[in-house]
């Protein structure tokens, strides 16, 4: 089966695409359908040898913008489609072949991805009209999770939250951190073992991996758990938001909103949710950025620290998203604050290891525990988990 999978992330007015062979190569055909349902909408991307394009869709939805990715193809007809799904609930563990049966249990686990799992089901539905001809597979952002000990899972409230209701840790970026785990397990001599694992884009979240499986992880019941993020909030007292309510009156939409939109690195800084600028402006001084930088690696190092009682054995970190991948100041903070876990960073490699670059940062020959930047590859992944899904059930 070397024909490519065709990868497909759809939001409520947008569609990331990516054309994806066995081998994972790249640069691989690829891009953005937005602003659809608008006049101005578009379809953006690069082909596979590298040339960026910009088409206008006016007006265009879902299936027009998926018309026009499919002209796109190069003559290149997939063999399947991989969908990410936000949200796969207890129900799914692994990815499965989209049936009746499998958009009936993704739609009962709207309610808890309110936000995404309807945008990822137009998605789907959409592209069963375009693409008629192919088997349809989801991929769960949270399936990689699903192999949590109850200790990590369970919320200290009543049962029945549980049991009635599905209220549990489920945690997200699963693609993002079974992809990492499994490439240090490739690339470090210590190979599968206790890694953790830290997702550092404009969601944030940090895994502990044992032997290849997920053990506990900082997102839980929605992706607003754990660490600050651009502009959520992460942790919060539980008590906040009846604080909000009883004394500034605040409605839970605007609760929700305020810590959704409005807080992490943009609302303690006071000037964006960017890393970049966050960074360039706490260098010149800014009060607000150098704060935002100093909760920000803070609360990874103490997040990885908490973790780090899931594994029995530390064998690395694993850096990775926009921020992991990017920023030495980060990665370099995060380590420092750790200083009982016996990292040695290698100042040089961690300098140089930015831009798509993949390594150790570590000092070589260091029998603590390593540290790695690995470039994250969801996209790949999903096209993996549907390949394997293929072979399992076609
Ligand atoms: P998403 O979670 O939306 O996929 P990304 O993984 O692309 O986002 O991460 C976006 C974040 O990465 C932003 O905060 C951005 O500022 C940060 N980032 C990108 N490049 C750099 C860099 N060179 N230095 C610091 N941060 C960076």
Same mark, same amino acid.
């Given at each position: ?37 608008? #006049?101005? $909408? ?7 040898? =590298? +040339?960026? !394009?910009? &088409? *206008? ?20 007809? #997939?063999? $399947? ?7 796969? =609930? +207890?129900? !799914?563990? &692994? *990815? ?22 309807? $945008? ?10 375009? !693409? ?263």
């Amino acid at each position: 089966m070397n024909a490519p999978v065709l990868v497909i992330n759809c939001g409520s007015s947008s569609i990331k695409y990516a054309l994806i062979d066995s081998t994972l190569e790249t640069p691989r055909l690829a891009g953005l359908a937005e602003r659809l349902g608008t #006049p101005q $909408a578009r379809l953006k991307g690069k082909n596979s040898a =590298g +040339e960026s !394009f910009i &088409q *206008a869709l006016p007006g265009a939805d879902h299936a027009k913008a998926l018309n026009a990715i499919l002209d796109r193809l190069e003559g290149r007809l #997939p063999v $399947a489609v991989g969908h990410r799904i936000v949200h796969g =609930g +207890e129900r !799914f563990t &692994q *990815a499965a072949l989209i049936t009746g049966d499998v958009l009936e249990a993704i739609q009962a686990t709207a309610a808890l991805a309110p936000l995404h799992n309807p $945008a990822n089901l137009a998605g789907i539905e959409a592209t069963q009209t375009v !693409f008629a001809e192919l088997p349809q597979v989801a991929v769960f952002d949270t399936a990689f999770h699903q192999t949590l000990p109850p200790k990590a899972y369970r919320y200290a409230l009543p049962e029945a939250f549980y049991t009635e209701h599905g209220i549990r840790r489920y945690g997200f970026h699963g693609t993002s951190h079974a992809f990492v785990s499994r490439r240090a397990a490739e690339l470090s001599e210590r190979g599968e073992g206790g890694w953790l694992t830290a997702h550092l884009g404009n969601g944030c979240s940090t895994a502990a991996v044992w032997q290849g499986k997920s053990v506990d992880t900082s997102m839980g019941l929605t992706p607003l758990e754990g660490l600050v993020m651009g502009t959520r909030s992460g942790d919060v007292d539980p008590g906040l938001h009846a604080h909000l309510h009883r004394q500034l009156g605040w409605s839970l939409d605007e609760i929700d909103d305020v810590l959704n939109k409005r807080s992490g690195l943009l609302g303690l800084s006071g000037l964006t949710n960017d890393m970049r600028e966050i960074e360039e402006k706490a260098l010149e001084g800014h009060a607000g950025a150098s704060l935002a930088l100093e909760v920000f690696c803070y609360r990874i190092a103490k997040s990885l620290a908490a973790l780090s009682c899931a594994l029995p054995v530390l064998d690395g970190v694993i850096f990775t998203g926009g921020i992991g991948e990017n920023s030495p100041i980060v990665r370099a903070r995060v380590l420092e604050l750790l200083p009982h876990f016996g990292f040695a960073l290698d100042d040089a490699a961690n300098e140089a290891t930015i831009r798509g670059g993949e390594g150790a940062i570590g000092k070589a020959g260091h029998t603590g525990p390593e540290a790695w930047v690995i470039p994250t590859d969801e996209e790949g992944r999903i096209a993996l988990e549907t390949r394997q899904c293929l072979e399992t059930f076609l």
